[in-house]
């Protein structure tokens, strides 16, 4: 019971001003894609984390504080959005390279093979997420300084500090995540937009019309030849002379 007197508060710092544009916005419509929803969506999971790590902390509920904004908390906030850009962008693709292929009179069969699939949704999305590739390691911090602000005392106010600045750079972290998701999403599109761009240049291939034309004129050469007398019918071709004109 002493010892757990001595144990100093844990103080949850306030993230938002951190957080910079993952709060505010960065006014970027990403290759028109809008991302609001989902960059709301996040900062409020952030938010809430937060918050619950908060009561936790007032009640002395230590482990469960830490663990409430720990790096399991941030993580699955930041792959919901990337998974609902994945969505989106996969969603718009979708619809443009259905529009051009139609306009293009591409067959059914070869419109269903160019839209996006589960796997390509699933590719689609783990490329949105390597734009998180810098928060990993953040948030990695916050685990291992959070263990060590557990136990601290008021004569181990540091380790509290070095977990608190843990959260901050992961929260700035979070904002490079983020704008660097807008422009993946930017490139992203456009790489669907040049796929489309080659469906709406499609045209239907023009040598079985040839090949049946070239096939007509020869049998249409043959036939006249036969006609005249100048090459003699085959048997079968004289069965099916007489059973269509009775001669």
């Known amino acids: 019971m002493t010892n757990e007197k001595l144990l100093i508060p844990l103080r949850v710092p306030e993230l938002g001003p951190f957080m910079g544009k993952v709060v505010t916005g960065s006014g970027a419509i990403p290759g028109g894609l809008q991302l609001d929803a989902y960059r709301h969506r996040l900062a409020t999971?952030?938010?809430?984390?937060a918050g619950e790590a908060r009561r936790l902390a007032g009640r002395e509920e230590r482990q469960a504080a830490v663990g409430a904004i720990g790096r399991a908390a941030w993580l699955e906030a930041w792959e919901e959005a990337v998974r609902g850009v994945a969505t989106l962008v996969a969603e718009r693709a979708a619809r443009r390279l259905d529009a051009e292929a139609r306009a293009a009179r591409l067959p059914r069969r070869m419109r269903k093979r160019l839209l996006p699939d589960v796997g390509e949704q699933r590719a689609i999305a783990a490329r949105l997420g390597s734009a998180g590739a810098a928060l990993v390691p953040a948030?990695?911090?916050?685990?291992?300084r959070g263990e060590a602000a557990l136990q601290?005392?008021?004569?181990?106010?540091?380790?509290v500090e070095v977990w608190q600045d843990?959260?901050?750079m992961s929260a700035r972290?979070?904002?490079?995540a983020w704008l660097d998701l807008e422009d993946a999403a930017v490139a992203e599109t456009l790489r669907w937009a040049r796929t489309a761009n080659?469906?709406?240049?499609?045209?239907?291939?023009?040598?079985p019309v040839a090949v049946v034309t070239l096939a007509g004129?020869?049998?249409a050469g043959w036939l006249g030849l036969v006609l005249g007398g100048q090459l003699q019918a085959p048997d079968w071709f004289s069965g099916i002379w007489q059973q269509v004109f009775g001669q």
């Open 217 to 219: 004129l020869a049998f």
């Open 45 to 49: 999971r952030v938010f809430e984390a």
């Open 166 to 168: 843990a959260l901050r």
């Open 152 to 159: 601290a005392t008021a004569l181990e106010r540091e380790a």
């Open 198 to 207: 080659n469906v709406s240049r499609w045209r239907k291939p023009l040598w």
């Open 173 to 176: 972290r979070l904002e490079a």
């Open 139 to 144: 948030l990695d911090q916050i685990e291992v």
